[in-house]
């Protein structure tokens, strides 16, 4: 059984930074493709970003060129460093981690961590 906790979130202004973590139990975690997906009221969840074991990563259109995901196997920790936020950035934020490679696709992942809310203030 894999468990991901996130932390990180906060309320921060308009174009301000936040870093976002994922830590992850088990011993396969290199092996593991991870993501984020991101939820704001009233809105279904959707994709962030997502990173192969290797690196490789892939972003939604809407936060490419803001937003950098990155893995430190060692630490067993994914993290999602979001640059120049906006308000539409405000939702809860989740990991989720899964055997395989990345996919953008909700229903792929197996493990989800509780969330982390982002809010960014005009």
């Known amino acids: 059984q894999v468990q991901l906790v996130e932390s990180g979130g906060g309320l921060v202004q308009t174009g301000g930074s936040l870093r976002l973590s994922c830590a992850a139990s088990?011993?396969?975690?290199?092996?593991?493709?991870m993501g984020w997906f991101r939820q704001a009221p009233g809105k279904e969840r959707e994709f962030v970003a997502t990173?192969?074991?290797?690196?490789?990563?892939y972003y939604a259109d809407s936060v490419k060129g803001r937003f950098t995901m990155s893995r430190d196997n060692a630490k067993n920790t994914v993290y999602l460093q979001m640059n120049s936020l906006k308000p539409e950035d405000t939702a809860v934020y989740y990991c989720?981690?899964?055997?395989?490679?990345?996919?953008?696709?909700?229903?792929?992942?197996?493990?989800w961590g509780q969330g982390t809310q982002v809010t960014v203030s005009s």
């Open positions: 989720a981690g899964r055997y395989g490679g990345r996919t953008p696709e909700m229903d792929r992942y197996d493990y």
């Open positions: 088990g011993r396969t975690f290199s092996s593991f493709a």
């Open positions: 990173i192969n074991g290797n690196r490789g990563t």
